[in-house]
C-alpha cells in the first residue's frame, strides 16, 4: 500500500529538548515536504525536498532542520523546541514529474507535538 | 502573491441538504486547483482537481470548477451524508512554482443526521 509514515504521531516533549519526526515514504517520490497546521492558518510549508541532498525553505522555516540522505526519508528536527512550536505536523510526498501542474501531494497521518 | 481565500466554518448541515464551499484564489502564474479532504484523526487526502479554465473535477459526488473569469473553485455536493463530516481544503500550485501548495485556511463541515 502506498504511503507516508510518520512518528511518533503524539508526543508532549519540553522546552529545549531536541527532537526528531521520522517520514517514510515507500513510492519511491522525489519530492518530500514538511507542513505545519495552526487553527485559523491552515497549512503552512516548513521546508520541502526535491531530491537526495536537495532541500529548501519554506514559509516558516524558523527553529527547524531537516535532512535527505535517502529518498524515503525526510525527518524533521527540532534542535531546541519551544511552545510556539506545538502544533499538528505533516509529512508529504509527490510523485512524477514535478513541474506536471496536475501532480499532487500524499500526506501522512500528521504527527501532535505540544512543547511546554 | 499567490494565495487561497476559503469561507470560514463550521458549516452545519443536515443529511441530503445542498453543500457549497466556497474558494477564490489570486494567482500570479497559471494556476491548477485541487480540493482535499481532512476527515478526523487523519491526512490530508486528495479530493478533486483541475488544471485548466473551465475544467471540472468530480469525486464521491462532489464538484468543483475552474473559473477563470471569477478566480474560484467553489466546492458542491448536491445530498450531504454524516460521513462527509470532515474539514476541507481550497489549494493552488502555479506554474513557475511546482515546488509549492497554497492552502486555505480549511472549512469544516458537521452534516446532522
Known amino acids: 500500500e502506498a504511503q507516508v509514515t510518520q512518528n511518533p504521531r503524539y508526543l508532549i516533549t519540553v522546552t529545549g529538548k531536541k527532537l526528531t519526526v521520522t517520514c517514510s515514504q515507500n513510492?519511491?517520490?522525489?519530492?518530500m515536504s514538511w507542513y505545519r497546521q495552526d487553527p485559523g492558518l491552515g497549512l503552512r510549508q516548513i521546508y520541502y525536498?526535491?531530491?537526495?541532498?536537495?532541500?529548501d525553505k519554506g514559509d516558516v522555516p524558523e527553529g527547524y532542520k531537516v535532512s535527505r540522505k535517502e529518498k524515503r526519508n525526510f525527518p524533521l528536527i527540532l534542535e531546541s523546541p519551544s511552545p510556539n512550536q506545538t502544533s499538528l505536523y505533516f509529512c508529504?510526498?509527490?510523485?512524477?514529474?514535478?513541474?506536471?501542474?496536475?501532480?499532487?501531494?500524499?500526506f501522512g497521518e500528521g504527527s501532535w507535538l505540544t512543547v511546554v | 502573491g499567490d494565495s487561497v481565500t476559503q469561507m470560514e466554518g463550521p458549516v452545519t448541515l443536515s443529511e441530503e441538504a445542498f453543500l457549497t464551499i466556497n474558494c477564490t484564489y489570486t494567482a500570479t502564474g497559471y494556476p491548477s486547483l485541487f480540493w482535499y479532504v481532512q476527515y478526523p484523526g487523519e491526512g490530508l487526502q486528495l479530493l478533486l482537481k483541475a488544471t485548466k479554465a473551465d475544467d471540472k473535477g468530480s469525486n464521491k459526488g462532489f464538484e468543483a470548477t475552474y473559473r477563470k473569469e471569477t478566480t474560484s473553485f467553489h466546492l458542491e455536493k448536491g445530498s450531504v451524508q454524516v460521513s462527509d463530516s470532515a474539514v476541507y481544503f481550497c489549494?493552488?500550485?502555479?506554474?513557475?512554482?511546482?515546488?509549492?501548495?497554497?492552502f486555505g485556511s480549511g472549512t469544516k463541515l458537521n452534516v446532522k443526521p
Open positions: 489549494a493552488l500550485r502555479v506554474s513557475y512554482n511546482f515546488n509549492k501548495f497554497y
Open positions: 525536498s526535491m531530491n537526495v541532498e536537495v532541500t
Open positions: 508529504a510526498s509527490m510523485g512524477g514529474t514535478a513541474t506536471h501542474s496536475g501532480n499532487t501531494i500524499y
Open positions: 513510492m519511491n517520490h522525489e519530492y
